[in-house]
């Protein structure tokens, strides 16, 4: 079973940028990883997807992330990256890193990721 770290939250005002990071213990293939994905948590709301990337590096996006969120991967790291730009306070969320042996055409669909990172908190003040 892949182990996913999430790295890189934090505190920023509204309009800040934020990048978060995503080790894998080892390579996609390794693990037969098709799908890998961000999702978020805000207390009280149920985990959305945020983005996803498939080994094409296709990805797809959550309407309200699009044109300020960026997902990426460096295949020679292992590592998933998401660049957060003009920070809403309503991103404020738990954000998790996830991977899933199937490819990504119900990304946003979190049952069907076989293994999640511990989660980052994201908090973005007014």
């Known amino acids: 079973q892949v182990q996913l770290v999430e790295s890189g939250g934090g505190s920023v005002q509204g309009g800040g940028s934020l990048r978060l990071s995503c080790a894998a213990t080892?390579?996609?293939?390794?693990?037969?990883?098709?799908?890998l994905a961000w999702f978020r948590q805000a207390p009280g709301k149920e985990r959305e997807g945020v983005a996803s990337i498939d080994p094409n590096g296709d990805t797809r996006y959550l309407e309200s992330v699009k044109g300020r969120f960026t997902i990426s991967e460096d295949i020679s790291k292992n590592t998933l990256y998401l660049q957060m730009n003009s920070l809403q306070p309503e991103d404020t969320a738990i954000y998790y890193c996830?991977?899933?042996?199937?490819?990504?055409?119900?990304?946003?669909?979190?049952?069907?990721?076989?293994?999640w990172g511990q989660g980052t908190q994201v908090t973005v003040s007014s």
């Open positions: 996830a991977a899933a042996s199937v490819w990504c055409g119900n990304w946003y669909l979190a049952w069907v990721y076989k293994a």
């Open positions: 080892g390579a996609r293939s390794s693990y037969s990883m098709n799908c």
